[in-house]
């Protein structure tokens, strides 16, 4: 990102949630995004995630100007480089994890047995392969946040954009998760982003990006980057 700003509507009620940020990120880093509300850490991660475009400077993604895209080429770009996982996981409630899991295969248009075989091999990397055939109802908050980063990593992205994802888990599920997307970062090299207000969790990353008023505040090394 170079010189990114956004702007929300228009005339004296417009308000400008980013100021000109600056932002470079290496492919296979995990980062942590800080910042309090109306800092304009979600609307970074909104621009970075190809789900909103900048008003004014420069986006680029493996040399692509992505702000110059339109609407389809950056849902094929999500499509094909981006996993997303959110606070509250957003599975669907009647169907089995493996199912779930399967789903953006699905819309991918792999073929049955491809998606299964795909499917249970990110259930097995997230240690639920054993859970497939339950439902969301049968698997505790910690499980199903699992499902959902099988569901994210399951098309084999570059870049996984976590949003609070331990937001409504208790400290020892949340630590879990954390080291779950460590693992997944050192082992199979994926770029992870994550948006977090608590500062153990954003220990975790490699780097550490503060917002504040629109504008990245400072960057920092996480307490934990010499471990991984």
């Not at 702007?7 to 470079?24: H, I, M, N, R």
């Not at 400077?57 to 996993?83: M, P, S």
């Not at 509250?88 to 399967?102: D, K, P, Q, S």
């Not at 910690?142 to 937001?167: F, W």
Request: with cysteine; net charge negative; aromatic share 6%.
């Amino acid at each position: 990102m170079h010189g990114v700003t956004k702007v929300y509507g228009s005339g004296p009620t417009a308000f400008q949630a980013l100021k000109g940020v600056d932002l470079e990120i290496q492919g296979g880093d995990f980062v942590a995004v800080m910042g309090p509300s109306g800092s304009g850490k979600s609307t970074t991660m909104n621009i970075l995630g190809c789900l909103d475009v900048p008003s004014a400077g420069i986006f680029t993604f493996r040399g692509v100007h992505v702000e110059a895209l339109d609407r389809d080429q950056r849902a094929l770009l999500r499509r094909k480089y981006l996993g997303f996982v959110f606070q509250g996981f957003n599975l669907l409630a009647r169907t089995t994890a493996l199912e779930n899991v399967e789903l953006p295969l699905l819309y991918r248009g792999d073929g049955k047995q491809e998606r299964h075989d795909t499917a249970m091999a990110a259930l097995d990397k997230v240690g639920l392969a054993d859970w497939w055939d339950h439902t969301p109802a049968e698997l505790s908050g910690g499980q199903q946040q699992r499902v959902a980063i099988a569901r994210a990593i399951v098309t084999n992205p570059d870049v996984l954009l976590a949003d609070e994802p331990t937001g409504n888990l208790d400290s020892e599920r949340s630590v879990e998760i954390m080291e779950l997307l460590t693992d997944l970062n050192r082992t199979s090299g994926i770029t992870v982003l994550m948006v977090t207000h608590e500062a153990e969790m954003a220990a975790f990353a490699r780097t550490i990006i503060h917002f504040k008023d629109g504008l990245v505040e400072r960057t920092e090394t996480g307490m934990l980057a010499g471990a991984h």
